[in-house]
């Protein structure tokens, strides 16, 4: 009865267009009501305990970090690096795509941000030089779902405040995941445009390649800095964010010299507005969560899942199952928001490394942002392609395929993920 409650308010309150974190106070008024006590004095406390959390500051920074890094010509830099390198191989401005969504999920850790900036550089490129669009858009769609999965990711944090879980453990276990999917992009990428005839750039000479890199070096070693900060102990996941906005502030003004102060103001309002929404979301879902597990949802829950509990990949499988057939219907951060304080309980009841669990949780909500007909990052490169949804589909089937590949790898296979986790440690 109460999962029916649960369920009813919030796809009921979902249905009526209200927005996600007012539909989880409607489904925790929901649950107050079905146990006999309105109280709005506890559900205003818990709200404002909901945001009050250390670790959400490294939320604005971040999102700040990434706004400051797209303004300030870092993003471009990547691209041109890569150009230099591997443009002129057959399908190279594919494998360009690929590396400049994988440094760049190292910086901002936002998808749809990636994917729009990565989209806007290279598919007039691509376009140009023959390559089929909707695989082109298609492949810049899965490559922009890395940046959830490899720190720093906004996702994880979420993630780390709701379930009580270590975010500087999530981020480095996050790393080779993420490796993996870009792996798996590259392998896919390379068989499904072998035959394609295009355009092959020239190559550079080593004088081009050196003087891109010697361009590119202040937005390559960013990401280094970050993951070896946390590594090494150096700095926590929240002052992570703060090094990378003065890096980036730094780097684009002043070593670029293409972030104007004038500009600054604009992209502060944009990150703020962001953070705004995130940690309201997040808020809202702590007060769910609190009530969730006064009702003993997640008991029923387990329950229901009580057949597979016996078998900790066979239950992975199940949840992932869930949690893939979930994210076509809802967006990464309600799917993340409703499902985490619903599932925690039963993992660590089932004996899961919670870390492992977050990675792989985090990167199905990823695979999730380009999955029809509601992924935002499918909607963005839409709109960058200047193509119909229909035609993109056709193009991402085979890297949307490869990325579900690797999560069901990561799924049999838990010590790809808890090994490296080890060492990083």
């Known amino acids: 009865m109460t999962v029916a409650v649960f369920t009813i308010s919030l796809l009921g309150a979902m249905a009526l267009g209200m927005p996600i974190a007012f539909a989880l106070l409607v489904c925790a008024v929901a649950l107050m009501v079905m146990q006999g006590q309105i109280d709005a004095t506890i559900l205003s406390q818990k709200l404002i ?8 500051l490294a939320i604005p920074f971040f999102m700040l970090a990434g706004e400051l890094m797209n303004a300030g010509g870092i993003s471009k830099r990547i691209v041109a690096f890569a150009l230099t390198w591997v443009g002129h191989v057959r399908g190279g401005l594919g494998l360009v795509a690929i590396f400049a969504a994988v440094v760049m999920a190292a910086i901002s850790g936002s998808a749809a941000a990636d994917a729009a900036a990565i989209g806007t550089l290279l598919i007039p490129m691509m376009r140009q030089a023959g390559y089929n669009v909707p695989r082109s858009a298609g492949l810049i769609a899965a490559g922009g779902v890395i940046a959830p999965v490899i720190p720093p990711s906004i996702g994880l944090i979420v993630f780390g405040v709701i379930a009580n879980v270590s975010i500087g453990k999530l981020f480095l276990a996050g790393i080779f995941p993420g490796l993996m999917m870009g792996t798996a992009l590259v392998l896919t990428w390379l068989w499904v445009a072998r035959k394609d005839k295009v355009a092959i750039l020239p190559k550079q000479g080593w004088g081009l390649r050196l003087k891109a890199g010697v361009d590119g070096i202040w937005a390559l070693v960013m990401p280094l800095g970050i993951i070896g900060g946390l590594k090494f102990g150096i700095f926590t ?23 104007p102060l004038r500009q600054l103001y604009p992209l502060l309002v944009s990150a703020a507005r962001s953070t705004a929404v995130v940690v309201f979301l997040i808020a809202a879902a702590l007060v769910s969560a609190w009530l969730i597990t006064l009702s003993d949802v997640p008991g029923q829950v387990s329950a229901m899942l009580e057949p597979f509990m016996g078998n900790k990949i066979l239950l992975m499988f199940v949840i992932m199952a869930i949690v893939v057939i979930v994210g076509t219907a809802l967006d990464f951060a309600p799917t993340l928001m409703i499902l985490t304080p619903v ?3 039963v993992i ?17 909500n990823a695979i999730g942002l380009i999955t029809p007909p509601v992924g935002i990052v499918l909607n963005v490169i839409c709109g960058v392609a200047k193509i119909p949804m229909s035609d993109l589909m056709k193009g991402l089937w085979p890297f949307l395929w ?24």
């Open 49 to 56: 305990e909901g945001a009050d959390s250390f670790p959400l």
């Open 237 to 259: 996941p929240t002052e992570a964010g703060v090094a990378a906005c003065v890096y980036a502030f730094v780097v684009g003004a002043f070593v670029y010299r293409e972030l």
């Open 348 to 364: 660590k009841q089932a004996g899961i490394d919670p870390v492992y669990f977050g990675v792989l949780f985090i990167m199905n």
């Open 343 to 345: 599932l925690m309980p």
């Open 402 to 425: 490869a990325e579900i590949a690797v999560l069901f790898l990561l799924v049999l296979f838990p010590d790809l993920v808890l090994i490296p986790l080890k060492w990083l440690s």
